[in-house]
C-alpha cells in the first residue's frame, strides 16, 4: 500500500518524475511521513491525495521576459541584480555588491514548494569567496542589508547559502552551509556568527564553481518546513532539514538576494518555481486552522538548546564511565586484597 502511495505521490508530482529514480530510501520514508500525516487512524489509498501546480506568477524562469523593467512583470530587481539571457546575476564576482530579485504578488498559498535552480562560481580560491546568497519568504521585501543583501531583522522565512565562515570557531559546522531562519522582525540573523543563534538546522553544501546544476527545495506543507539540496549532479535530493510546527503567514513576498564584501563570487538565479501543494482530505482535518500572524517556531527553545544537551549526553557518559571505572577499580582491589590476607593466613600457619 505504502509503495502504491508513493507512486501515486510520483504520478502527480509530474516535476518530481526525474528526481524520482534517484531517489534514495530515506526521501522516500519522508514522503510516506508526509503522506500519513494528513490520516489518521484508518488509512486508506484514497483517503487522500496531494497535488502540485507550478504557480507562473511567483515563479522566475527563462526568457526571464520583462523582469526588471518597470512593465508587467511578476518580478522586480534590486541594486546590483542584472538579468542576461542565461541568469538573473544577483552579484557578479566583484567586491562590494549586493542585489536581490523580488516577487511583486504577495503569496497566499497555505501549502508551497519552492526549487531553486542557482549557481555559486568565482575566481577567487577555496576559503577565499563570498558571501553566499539567501531564498526568503518574507513580510518586507526591497529592503538592503547585511544578511546576503536584505535586512537582519527580516519577518518570515530565510534559507541561506552560506559560502563564508565569518566566525573563526566553527568546529563543526563546515561550509559552504545551507541554513534555515524563521524571523519575527525583532530577532536578528547574525552575519558575524553565520546565523548560529539563530538558526532552525542546517547542512554542509559543496556547491561552488561545479560543472552541474545546483538546486535548493523549500517546501512548506501543514507547517512542516523541509529543506532539501541536489548538487551532486546525481538528480538526487539530499535531505538538510526537516521540522514540523513552523507557523509562516500567508501574504509574504519570495525573494532571493546575494552579497559580497571583501570576497567575492558570481551568485546566479537560473530559476525559481514555486508549486501549490493541495492536500486532497476526506478527513475534516486542521483543527488549529487559526489564522497566524507573527512567524514562529513551535518548541524553538528545545531546537536552540540542541548543542547544550549534546554536551548533556557527553556528561552523562564521562560520569557514567568514570563510575564504571571506580567499581572496575574497587572490585580489583578487593579481589587482591583477599588473595594477600589468603596468602597471609597461609604463611601464618
Ligand atoms: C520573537 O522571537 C523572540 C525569540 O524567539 C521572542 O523572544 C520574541 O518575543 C518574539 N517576538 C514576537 C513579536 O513574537
Ligand atoms: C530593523 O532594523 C532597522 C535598522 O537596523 C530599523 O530601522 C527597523 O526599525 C527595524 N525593524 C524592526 C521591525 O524592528
Ligand atoms: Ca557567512
Redesign the pocket.
Known amino acids: 500500500m505504502a509503495s502504491a502511495a508513493a507512486r501515486r505521490w510520483s504520478e502527480h508530482f509530474s516535476p518530481f518524475k526525474m528526481w524520482f529514480r534517484g531517489f534514495n530510501l530515506s526521501h522516500k520514508m519522508h514522503l510516506y511521513i508526509l503522506l500519513f500525516l494528513h490520516t489518521s487512524s484508518c488509512f486508506s489509498d484514497d483517503d487522500h491525495e496531494m497535488e502540485e501546480f507550478l504557480k507562473r506568477e511567483f515563479s522566475l524562469s527563462k526568457p526571464y521576459q520583462g523582469v526588471g523593467s518597470l512593465g508587467s512583470s511578476h518580478w522586480e530587481l534590486m541594486g546590483d541584480a542584472m538579468v542576461t539571457t542565461e541568469q538573473v546575476r544577483l552579484t557578479p564576482d566583484l567586491q562590494s555588491r549586493q542585489g536581490a530579485v523580488w516577487s511583486r504578488v504577495p503569496c497566499h498559498l497555505k501549502d508551497w514548494e519552492m526549487q531553486v535552480h542557482f549557481k555559486i562560481h568565482g575566481q577567487g580560491k577555496k576559503n577565499l569567496n563570498g558571501d553566499g546568497l539567501a531564498v526568503w519568504y518574507t513580510k518586507e521585501r526591497m529592503h538592503k542589508g547585511p544578511v546576503f543583501g536584505n ?1 537582519d ?1 527580516f519577518t518570515g522565512l530565510g534559507v541561506f547559502v552560506d559560502t563564508y565562515p565569518n566566525e573563526e570557531k566553527h568546529l563543526e559546522r563546515i561550509f559552504p552551509l545551507v541554513l534555515a531562519m524563521v524571523g519575527n ?2 530577532i536578528s540573523y547574525d552575519h558575524e556568527r553565520d546565523g548560529k543563534p539563530t538558526e532552525l538546522g542546517s547542512c554542509n553544501a559543496m556547491v561552488r564553481n561545479l560543472k552541474h546544476d545546483t538546486f535548493l527545495f523549500i517546501r512548506y506543507v501543514s507547517r512542516r518546513l523541509t529543506v532539501m539540496i541536489d548538487i551532486d549532479g546525481q538528480h538526487e535530493w539530499r535531505d538538510c532539514l526537516d521540522l514540523p510546527g513552523v507557523r509562516l503567514p500567508k501574504g509574504y513576498y519570495f525573494g532571493a538576494s546575494a552579497l559580497t564584501g571583501d570576497l567575492t563570487d558570481n551568485h546566479d538565479i537560473i530559476s525559481m518555481k514555486l508549486y501549490q501543494i493541495t492536500v486532497i482530505s476526506q478527513k475534516n482535518k486542521d483543527e488549529d486552522e487559526e489564522e497566524i500572524t507573527i512567524p514562529s517556531v513551535d518548541n524553538i527553545e528545545l531546537i536552540r538548546s540542541n548543542e547544550q544537551g549534546m554536551s548533556n549526553i557527553a556528561i552523562f557518559f564521562t560520569v557514567l564511565f568514570s563510575i564504571l571505572g571506580c567499581i572496575f577499580l574497587i572490585v580489583v582491589g578487593l579481589v587482591l586484597y583477599g588473595h594477600w590476607n589468603e596468602t597471609r593466613r597461609k604463611r601464618f600457619y
Open positions: 535586512m531583522n522582525g525583532t
